[in-house]
């Protein structure tokens, strides 16, 4: 069973005899039309976080045995959707910051065995090490893998600096200066996975920086206010 509001997925999908229905989940009687206290598992996979939310309680207030599996966009979006009855939550910025660890562990040399059991941890942790990952003062340690005194932490780009802001990282010379590696940029709503040394940083930016922490630590003293 699939609830869908594209009325030309709906079309396509029953040309290929997919039983799909066309209709609103936030409504509770649509809910009730297609069944939904048959179901064994619901997905929702919509971007607008408030109408997730209310099909979340519709579901839950017309049965307790359907496994809601939500999409989000933001990692400080679980919560409520998990209080609210959903059993798994799953952000996109989850899904960003899993590919920025892999760059980082395959980059330092780690066996493919190895993480792909770290990331394995991870999802089994319910993403308890990624909580805090959008916070410009946050960072996580890579728990369960021979990597002493390294870390990824996430810093923001707060000074108006000409040695940092507007250049590349080449001409920055933040790895000779710090110690330190860029491994990704969130600028806006854009994460930026694929850094080069031509890549640029600007004020506002938030870095994932890979290093040991008093190398992050002195980078950070360079870059705030």
Do not use: C, W
Not at 22 to 51: C, F, M, T
């Amino acid at each position: 069973m699939i609830l869908e509001l594209n009325p030309d997925t709906v079309r396509i999908e029953r040309e290929n005899n997919e039983p799909i229905f066309y209709g609103d989940a936030v409504q509770e009687n649509i809910l009730s039309h297609v069944g939904i206290h048959k179901a064994r598992v619901a997905v929702i996979a919509i971007s607008d976080p408030l109408a997730t939310k209310r099909i979340v309680v519709n579901i839950r207030s017309i049965t307790n045995k359907a496994f809601i599996i939500v999409r989000t966009r933001f990692i400080q979006e679980m919560e409520e959707n998990f209080k609210l009855g959903a059993d798994e939550v799953i952000p996109e910025e989850f899904e960003t910051a899993i590919e920025i660890f892999i760059r980082v562990l395959t980059k330092y040399l780690i066996p493919q065995d190895e993480i792909e059991n770290f990331v394995r941890g991870i999802r089994s942790d319910n993403y308890d090490m990624l909580r805090s990952l959008p916070s410009a003062s946050s960072s996580s340690s890579f728990r369960g893998l021979d990597l002493p005194d390294v870390e990824v932490a996430t810093l923001t780009v707060h000074r108006h600096k000409k040695s940092v802001v507007g250049k590349t990282l080449l001409d920055s010379g933040l790895r000779h200066r710090f110690g330190v590696t860029i491994v990704g940029i969130k600028r806006g709503e854009t994460i930026i996975n694929d850094i080069k040394a031509d890549t640029e940083m600007q004020q506002h930016d938030i870095l994932y920086v890979f290093g040991k922490s008093e190398d992050i630590l002195a980078f950070n003293d360079k870059i705030k206010i």
